[in-house]
């Protein structure tokens, strides 16, 4: 099993940028798949990105597609979102989730399919 915790979250004005950290432990980071999840109040839990840690093979939601970017750092053993012109829609709670091998592209948006979680990172875009 793998902890993580999220980082990042806080208020922007529209148009500004945030930068959220998932540092993972308890396992390997070299293998797998992390991926962004994001819950508004009211709304189901929505994929944003998620990369396979051995191939850097990325895919992204349709949600904040070419506003974000995800990366890794498996000398921090973290995965950042960069994220980029933000709205007002975009205030969530953004959740961290590792699935320890890779997933098929296809299935790398799936929330279900995530084994370990983190507990959220809130991010509220106003003016």
């Known amino acids: 099993q793998v902890q993580l915790v999220e980082s990042g979250g806080g208020v922007v004005r529209p148009g500004g940028s945030l930068r959220l950290s998932c540092s993972a432990s308890g396992r390997t980071f070299s293998s797998g798949t992390m991926a962004w999840f994001r819950q508004a109040p009211g709304k189901e839990r929505t994929f944003v990105a998620g990369i396979r840690l051995s191939d850097r093979n990325i895919v992204y939601g349709d949600s904040m597609r070419c506003r974000v970017t995800i990366s890794r750092d498996n000398a921090e053993n973290a995965v950042q979102l960069q994220m980029n012109s933000l709205k007002p829609a975009d205030t969530a709670v953004y959740f961290c989730?590792?699935?320890?091998?890779?997933?098929?592209?296809?299935?790398?948006?799936?929330?279900?399919?995530?084994?370990?979680w983190g507990q959220g990172t809130k991010v509220t875009v106003s003016s």
């Open positions: 989730a590792a699935y320890p091998r890779n997933l098929r592209v296809g299935s790398i948006g799936s929330s279900t399919i995530y084994t370990d």
